[in-house]
């Protein structure tokens, strides 16, 4: 079911004015930065869908501002999905063709990938370093408390916290 909200009608003028203020400006301003105008079109649109989702628009003096910053989040984000996407093909091609999985379980996997980073990046630096270090060079909880100069027992607490956050974010 898809998620619904109501905006006021003040809310929704203010929305459309800086919309229609903004918009072609925006768009102009993404594509000198990213260099492809389909890539600027998208992430202007999700620009104000943001906005509208919030329901907080900026006041009119601010609005380049605030979109600007939304804006630099977003480009962000593509290029975070990007480089995720691509370093997943690339793993890909280093399978046996019989390993090899459909679009859609690609897709899916991909969508996975980016959930998983997305709830590294929300962790506290010193939580994600400790999952990091167990899950990728697969230090033990005592080699990690050495290296971070911090408790076993700290550890212990980084990793359930990496754990409970994972598995909140994966819904396993």
Known sequence: MADTFM???DTTLRVHALYSNHHRWLQSWLHRRLGNTFDAAD???DTFLRILVSGRTPEAEQSRAHLTQI???LVVDLYRRRLLE???L???THLPVALSS???ERALVLEDLLQVDAALRALPPKVREAFLLSQLDGLTY???AQRMGVSFGAVRKYMLRAAQSLHSILGT
């Open 86 to 88: 691509t370093a997943y």
């Open 102 to 104: 459909s679009e859609e």
């Open 142 to 144: 005592t080699e990690i």
């Open 90 to 92: 690339e793993a890909l």
């Open 7 to 9: 905006l006021s009608s």
């Open 71 to 73: 804006a630099k989040g």
């Open 43 to 45: 992430l202007a649109q």
